[in-house]
């Protein structure tokens, strides 16, 4: 069994659903089996991810929202409870080899570290193998990723990207499965960081967009939705939703807007075919060992609809809008022709990400939208599906996944898993579609919530509320204001475009009753419509291992700490002291690092002399340097930086000293006051991955030369 999850892509990313770039894998797919063209999921990762497998709702699973806005409110804990087994440990259990590779997501934020617990990593979580990264997203250049809970160093490949080196793994260990035990059945759960942001593609892939979206996204709209009906894909008749108010439209663009956005569109479409063409040879492979005839692969193109987190213009650098430091057509046209490459962080304007979601309105974020939940599925399965290049229009859910691979394995759904005893799976097999196009639908009510924005289907209706964009800093009105709640009849009205919540007021009335029943009974109430606040663990109330903390004391070799669990040194006051051991001749290299290319700070020696550099945001770099080398033998070399205050972000003063004796001392006139990165981390004796420092190398090369006793960093 094959299980293909794709990140950030909505329901017209694909060409099989219409879109603009060729993904002839999952034609492939769609072609040799049948596509479903009302599949849903949840609105955003971590979420999609454990219903997916568990088969449970998402606030079932603790997951209302991503790991890294857990609350203690039941049901966003962001802690998987241990009565939701995964479908891969049901597998496993039953003798099936099980592997995922790419991203996860789905691990606590306080349980990503060498401390653990490792019950919520890929491995407790029914995987033999795991290959891949935690968080949300990656840095395709250069990621930090584990094999099972070890981290992996990288090669020194300039050429190295994640999504090929994931497909190497993957295509890897199916062979050595098939070889090895070739009467064995697997599991293959592939989830690709790809197509989310940052969007990173090799140059050669990127040129073959060029000048393919002049026409704006406006007219590609158009196009799409004109060949959605041609192809079936959508009823004839069907009507383009309303752009969001927010989004310009591409005539009132300027010259300067047009060649920014369009070159934004070209690297992300790129990204598409690439990702594509990595599962084809992933598809490739199991036809080698003589075996994808036999193999159920069900491909799901997105976790959710297409990310608009890039707003008006986009980012160079993505880092900027979780910080909340807009970036400027200007500048961004000056690194125009880096777009993709490893000096760059970007994600795309956000009417690209509307136009990928053709026929809706609404994008990634908003579960009361189709165009939030809704994206391009497939099945194959020639043991169980006779039928070729079919369509499929039964409403089903990422809930359902689970059940239909425990139909196909032939397994009946446990009552208990390794001793816990099991909440029944929410979602139904889709095993009684793949055959009878007219079977009656088996899903006839899903309740969505997502960070207030909420809806309920119904045996064809859906009623809902947008509560908030994706770009909006705040919710449109309060939680208990149900004024602008919407009714539509899926079945004559596939876009949601005809209203009629006036006309039909007391349909309404008993949908949003029904909402409220469901959301009792799935721990979604109550509703936290709070997005920002909830990424501070403290205003979160969530577990933190640095919590009441103001110190932390590190000895060399303590790598790959997420934010999440290292002491929080924004908009504070802060002492990083180093007890080093100095040898004849010298040392160079990094003694702490946090963050790395686009955001971070850095102590580290420099032809032997000491310094402090502050990256804010890859916009400026500010370095402290003492003028002279430490000598030979023990010292203790101390960074003080003095917090201005009066806010979040403010600037300081740093002063460098050695034993007591001040090296060196200057001004930090800014700093990051949310966030550094989701997946650089601080490193004790070395910097990972990319950078914070330009000039002192990359990776092992920024290895410290002396020798590291301790690290204290103690913060006010």
Not at 4 to 26: C, E, I, K, Q
Not at 378 to 392: D, N
Request: hydrophobic letters at 35%; charged letters at 20%; glycine letters at 10%.
């Amino acid at each position: 069994m094959l299980l293909v999850l794709l990140d950030d892509l909505g329901f017209a990313g694909t060409s099989t659903f219409g879109g603009p770039v060729p993904t002839p894998t999952f034609e492939q797919i769609a072609n040799e089996g049948v596509r479903y063209n009302n599949f849903h999921t949840t609105a955003v990762c971590s979420p999609t991810r454990t219903a997916i497998k568990s088969g449970r709702n998402h606030h079932v699973n603790n997951m209302g929202g991503i790991i890294e806005t857990g609350t203690d409110f039941p049901g966003n804990t962001g802690q998987i409870p241990n009565n939701v087994a995964p479908v891969a440990e049901m597998l496993r259990l039953n003798g099936y080899a099980t592997a995922a590779f790419g991203k996860w997501h789905e691990t606590a934020a306080w349980e990503a570290s060498m401390a653990g617990p490792f019950d919520r990593w890929p491995t407790r979580q029914g995987f033999d193998k795991f290959y891949g990264f935690l968080g949300g997203e990656t840095n395709q250049w250069a990621p930090f990723i584990y094999e099972g809970t070890k981290p992996v160093e990288l090669p020194n490949d300039p050429n190295y990207h994640f999504m090929t080196d994931m497909t190497d793994q993957a295509v890897a260990w199916i062979k050595y499965q098939k070889a090895l035990t070739p009467d064995k059945p697997f599991f293959t759960y592939f989830a690709p960081g790809a197509v989310h942001a940052p969007h990173h593609v090799p140059k050669e892939w990127i040129a073959r967009w060029q000048g393919k979206f002049d026409q704006g996204w406006d007219t590609l709209r158009e196009e799409i939705l004109a060949r959605q009906i041609e192809h079936g894909v959508v009823p004839a008749g069907t009507q383009l939703a309303p752009k969001p108010e927010a989004i310009p439209a591409w005539n009132s663009l300027s010259a300067d807007e047009k060649r920014l956005y369009t070159r934004q569109m070209e690297v992300f479409a790129a990204f598409i075919e690439m990702t594509d063409y990595e599962i084809g040879r992933l598809i490739k492979a199991i036809e080698d060992t003589g075996q994808l005839d036999n193999t159920l692969v069900l491909f799901v193109y997105g976790d959710n609809g297409t990310s608009a987190e890039g707003g008006r213009n986009g980012m160079f650098n993505e880092y900027t809008y979780f910080n909340g430091v807009p970036e400027q057509v200007t500048e961004m046209l000056q690194r125009l022709d880096q777009w993709g490459g490893p000096e760059t962080y970007p994600h795309m304007a956000a009417g690209w990400a509307v136009a990928l979601d053709t026929p809706y309105q609404w994008t990634k974020q908003v579960a009361s939208d189709h165009g939030g939940t809704k994206v391009g599925m497939a099945v194959r399965w020639p043991k169980g599906i006779q039928a070729k290049g079919e369509q499929r229009t039964q409403f089903h859910h990422v809930i359902d996944i689970a059940p239909t691979i425990l139909e196909a394995a032939g397994l009946p759904e446990p009552k208990s898993v390794n001793g816990v005893k099991q909440r029944p799976m929410d979602g139904v097999s889709m095993g009684y579609s793949f055959n009878d196009a007219k079977a009656k639908e088996r899903h006839t009510t899903q309740y969505f919530e997502m960070f207030g924005n909420r809806a309920i289907y119904h045996e064809g209706w859906f009623a809902r509320t947008i509560h908030k964009a994706p770009w909006e800093p705040k919710p449109r009105r309060p939680l208990n204001d149900d004024s602008a709640w919407e009714l539509y009849d899926t079945r004559t009205d596939f876009s949601l475009t005809n209203n009629l919540a006036a006309q039909n007021p007391k349909k309404l009335k008993e949908l949003q009753a029904l909402f409220l029943k469901e959301a009792k009974k799935n721990n979604v109430l109550p509703i936290d419509d709070r997005t920002v606040e909830r990424m501070n663990a403290e205003l979160a109330n969530r577990p933190d291992l640095m919590a009441g903390r103001t110190s932390l004391t590190l000895a060399e070799g303590m790598t790959g700490m997420s934010e999440n669990v290292f002491i929080n040194v924004k908009n504070k006051s802060k002492t990083i002291t180093a007890e080093l051991d100095i040898p004849e001749g010298g040392a160079n290299g990094v003694i702490i690092a946090q963050g790395g290319r686009f955001g971070g700070w850095c102590l580290y020696l420099k032809d032997g002399k000491p310094a402090y550099t502050y990256n804010y945001l890859s916009q400026d770099s500010t370095t402290i340097s003492s003028p002279e080398a430490l000598p030979k033998g023990k010292s203790k070399l101390v960074f003080e930086f003095a917090y201005d205050g009066g806010g979040l972000g403010k600037g300081g003063t740093g002063i460098l000293s050695v034993d007591g004796r001040t090296l060196a001392e200057g001004r930090i006139e800014r700093t990051q006051p949310m966030v550094f990165s989701a997946d650089e981390t601080a490193d004790v004796g070395i910097d990972d991955a990319t950078p914070v420092v330009a000039g002192i190398g990359e990776g092992a090369q920024t290895r410290f030369t002396g020798k590291i006793e301790k690290v204290t960093i103690d913060v006010k």
